[in-house]
């Protein structure tokens, strides 16, 4: 046998490999072209329809004023302490200056 | 599908209203999340998660796109967190080894799902397309999966992801060449 047709026969029988390949890539990538939608489980149906009570449990027990109501007291519950102890630690500061001060002024009467 | 009329039912918390919806798009949930989880445990809790979503959130929904879209966006957002919080799970866990982190290598596309939708001849080539696709970047992954496995078609996706057409066009064709590629590979190490 030749060398050419040494090749020749090379080359064909990697031709249909190659197809080989490429058709299994192909049935592969098509395998799931026939999948029907599944039924959710009974269990699944259950959760959702407990899930579905207890919302509306929540919905009619808690409006959605009443919510932003508790909200916004809470803010203002946050604002009222940040501005006490921001006056609080502000008088501090300055009763601590003032007596430091009467201390030095008394300090060069002495002297 | 639900009329005007049943989605403002809805908002005002009518008890009819809440279980035709879970009747009209419970099916269609569940299915979509095995899709993208391929797992039936995660895929039911998320169902569970996205109703509980929608009825928390139903008062924000303005009417812009359909129902079915913003439902779909929910879920494919719920089904992006249990992606995302299993992967971090797994990139944190002591016991898995460093190569594990790398990219999945194309020879080992792990094979383990068995769709219950998908009839029995076709359950074997459908693990190992289920496992490529679980190798596709996130967002390649959502959209050919909507596509291929849902038959959703693109301009939807291109809403329910907040992209446009031609975006969509492109990961779904990205999607179905890196899979032709990764398959190819597995065929040569695996099928010979």
């Known amino acids: 046998m030749s060398n050419e047709q040494q090749e020749i026969i090379k080359m064909s029988i990697q031709t249909s490999m190659e197809s080989k390949k490429e058709m299994w890539v192909e049935q592969v990538l098509d395998s799931a072209d026939t999948k029907i939608q599944i039924e959710i489980s009974e269990n699944l149906k259950q959760r959702l329809e ?16 009443t919510i932003w109501l508790a909200a916004a007291s809470i803010l203002i519950l946050i604002t009222f302490n940040f501005t006490a102890v921001k006056y609080a630690t502000e008088k501090k500061d300055k009763q601590e200056t003032n007596s430091t001060i009467e201390y030095f002024s008394y300090l060069e009467q002495v002297v | 599908m639900l009329s005007q009329k049943e989605i403002e039912a809805l908002k005002n ?80 866990g002591f016991l898995v080894p460093l190569e594990n982190l790398e990219t999945k290598s194309l020879n080992t ?9 998908i009839e029995l001849e076709n359950q ?69």
């Open chain 2, 124 to 192: 074997e080539r459908a693990a190992i397309l289920f496992g490529a696709i679980n190798s596709l970047p996130e967002n390649q992954k959502i959209a050919f999966s909507m596509h291929k496995l849902e038959g959703i078609p693109y301009d939807e996706i291109a809403a329910i992801m907040g992209m446009s057409l031609s975006s969509i066009e492109s990961l779904i064709f990205r999607a179905k060449q890196n899979l032709r590629t990764k398959l190819a590979t597995y065929y040569s190490k695996n099928e010979q």
């Open chain 1, 50 to 65: 407990r899930g579905c009570n207890e919302t509306i449990f929540m919905h009619s027990r808690m409006p959605l004023k």
């Open chain 2, 13 to 92: 918390g009518d008890q009819q209203a809440y279980k035709a919806l879970v009747d009209s798009f419970s099916r269609k949930v569940y299915n979509l999340c095995l899709s993208l989880l391929h797992n039936q445990e995660d895929a039911e809790d998320a169902t569970q998660e996205v109703f509980s979503a929608v009825f928390s959130s139903i008062n924000t929904f303005k009417g812009d796109s359909k129902l079915s879209t913003w439902i779909y966006r929910i879920s494919v957002n719920k089904c992006k967190e249990i992606l995302r919080k299993k992967s971090r799970k797994k990139r944190f």
């Open chain 2, 109 to 117: 596309i792990p094979a383990n799902f068995i769709h219950p939708g």
